[in-house]
């Protein structure tokens, strides 16, 4: 095609110039001057045709380099080929038009998806704050200025501290910012303002792109969430405290009674025993529920000391001996000497003793319970519970920490469990500030362990 532009713009200069060539010649008088001039259209001529080539390919050069571009782009239509009757630029019209309306098809696009993303935001019922690199607040959805008590101007091109004026929160997403990790982070904050809120935030890294770095902060209004459970907490207490009175009379009367020598028949003992056997077990879980509700509502104030884990677990095993071999299950310390942790002593004891009655409790017959310990590299001690008992269902394992819940109902009631063990166990290791992590394989054992801090001291015994 660009050979025939050329071709045909030549001709077309070259042609023009003959025909102007001979009008003069007509217009002219004969004679030697006619020769004269005769000859002089036939030089002109002979020089128009390859004048005429030379300035239609300076002429048309642009054009041919725009169009070889455009073809090498929109090679689909070359393939489609020519219809008839089509000019010599239609390709490269229609390829003009391709590149105007591109654009807009995607500029259509990237709105409609702007508009998709930015009603997802307004409607949800989670806060969203994206913040730049700088740390500046670049996007702030509604729910996140409804929770915040926040106006939508005042979160524009300012700091997070600026906007939120909690001081608490703003170095925490700055410690966050700084640790530079692709790790999401959680926390739960109180702001005053606009009232008495308990905010629970999610952070998490946002790249903008390979050179700036942001992070995304999700908020959840869990202030209802806490009020309920601090109802709940308060309501249990109450009703543990009310319940303690009359059945410590209760267990009192029946001691007594079984402590006579003499009873009217051997049928009457046997009842005692059972209603005061429970009366035992309902004083252990009014005992589990003060525990629990006392640890919830902060009323637990832990006595942190050096103890010698070996020692320790050692006595704590002692208490279970008894029940141990009537099963004919051993009892192994793996603890080393020279471990110690700093911790509460009572909680340590009540951690080990939950831990330590259930995995006896369910390890059948001939079976084994370890206790291991080890230092780790952030300066805590993982101490470990394993047992070769009959193990927890992986669809129970999630729920295993959850108040009241039990595996297997029927014979957690006969085992005289009160569901509480567990999560009494993680509630101490929490405030301790560790953490409680459990592994088990049903039919063939459980593995518990958590984290306590290393002692900084002597150890006591």
């Not at 939120?164 to 910012?177: F, I, N, P, S, T």
């Not at 469990?417 to 166990?425: E, H, K, P, Q, R």
Request: aromatic share 6%; charged share 25%.
């Amino acid at each position: 095609m660009k050979g025939r532009l050329i071709s045909r713009l030549g001709v077309c200069l070259g042609s023009m110039t003959l025909i102007g060539m001979a009008t003069m010649w007509l217009l002219t008088s004969s004679g030697a001057a006619g020769v004269i001039l005769w000859a002089g259209v036939l030089v002109v001529a002979g020089l128009g045709f390859p004048l005429g080539m030379w300035l239609g390919r300076r002429l048309l050069m642009p054009v041919h380099e725009i169009d070889t571009r455009v073809e090498r782009l929109l090679q689909d239509w070359r393939e489609q080929g020519r219809t008839a009757g089509e000019g010599e630029l239609s390709g490269l019209r229609k390829a003009l038009d391709y590149i105007t309306a591109y654009p807009l098809t995607k500029v259509e696009v990237l709105e409609s998806e702007r508009a998709k993303g930015t009603a997802i935001l307004e409607n949800m019922t989670e806060g969203v704050i994206a913040l730049d690199g700088q740390g500046y607040v670049i996007l702030m959805n509604p729910a996140a200025q409804r929770i915040l008590g926040v106006a939508h101007d005042q979160a524009e091109r300012r700091t997070l501290l600026e906007v939120v004026r909690d001081k608490g929160l703003a170095e925490w997403v700055e410690m966050c910012q700084a640790l530079d990790t692709a790790e999401p982070y959680k926390r739960e904050i109180e702001s005053h303002f606009p009232s008495l809120r308990i905010i629970e935030v999610n952070a998490m890294p946002m790249p903008f792109s390979l050179e700036r770095r942001g992070f995304l902060l999700v908020l959840h209004d869990i202030s209802e969430l806490r009020r309920l459970e601090a109802v709940r907490a308060e309501f249990v207490a109450n009703v543990s405290h009310e319940l303690r009175t009359p059945l410590t009379a209760i267990k009192g009367y029946l001691e007594t009674v079984l402590d006579e020598t003499r009873l009217e028949s051997d049928t009457h003992r046997r009842f005692l025993e059972v209603a005061n056997s429970h009366a035992e077990r309902m004083g252990r879980l009014i005992d589990d529920l003060l525990n629990l509700s006392d640890i919830e509502t902060g009323k637990v104030v832990l006595d942190p000391m050096p103890i010698s884990l070996g020692t320790f677990v050692h006595d704590v095993s002692a208490m279970f001996e008894k029940d141990a071999a009537k099963k004919d299950v051993k009892l192994v310390n793996r603890v080393p000497p020279d471990l110690s942790v700093q911790a509460d002593r009572d909680r340590l004891s009540q951690i080990l003793v939950n831990l330590v009655d259930n995995a006896v409790k369910y390890t059948p017959k001939g079976g084994t319970v370890s206790f291991l310990a080890a230092k780790t590299a952030t300066h805590q001690v993982r101490i470990t519970v394993k047992d070769t008992g009959q193990g927890i269902p992986p669809n129970d394992l999630p729920r295993i920490t959850e108040r009241f819940y039990r595996v297997e109902k029927a014979r957690s009631r006969v085992e005289g469990g009160t569901g509480l063990g567990l999560a009494i166990v993680k509630h101490l290791v929490q405030l301790h500030g560790g953490t409680l992590h459990i592994e088990s394989e049903y039919g063939k054992g459980t593995t518990i362990e958590f984290l306590l801090p290393a002692a900084q001291l002597q150890p006591t015994g």
